[in-house]
């Protein structure tokens, strides 16, 4: 199993900023790529962010230029800056971690709990 700890949400006006963080534990195995899906009421989930193990990354073009994925040392912690904040980016942030066991060499795909992010002025 595991286990990802996401924290950084909140209420934030149009405009400004937010990190969200996530740290994951357990039976790590090897990790190929963490990153970031939202959900908004109503809507299907939706990929935000993602990076690998060589550090490339991928983003929703609705994000592009304003948010910045990044894992540290390809490490167990991801983090989403976001920058410019918009009214439509109010949604749930879940972590996602795809990974393998090394163990069996099963493929794993684990979600945080989420972490809700407003934006209102």
């Known amino acids: 199993q595991v286990q990802l700890v996401e924290s950084g949400g909140g209420l934030v006006q149009p405009g400004g900023s937010l990190r969200l963080s996530c740290e994951a534990s357990?039976?790590?195995?090897?990790?190929?790529?963490m990153g970031w899906y939202r959900q908004a009421p109503g809507t299907r989930r939706e990929m935000v962010a993602l990076?690998?193990?060589?550090?490339?990354?991928d983003y929703v073009v609705s994000v592009e230029g304003r948010f910045t994925v990044s894992r540290p040392n390809a490490g167990n912690t991801v983090y989403l800056q976001m920058n410019s904040l918009k009214l439509e980016d109010t949604a749930a942030y879940f972590c996602?971690?795809?990974?393998?066991?090394?163990?069996?060499?099963?493929?794993?795909?684990?979600w945080g709990q989420g972490t809700q992010v407003t934006v209102s002025s």
């Open positions: 990076v690998d193990n060589d550090g490339n990354t």
């Open positions: 357990g039976s790590i195995g090897r990790v190929n790529s």
């Open positions: 996602h971690i795809r990974g393998e066991d090394t163990a069996n060499g099963n493929i794993y795909r684990f």
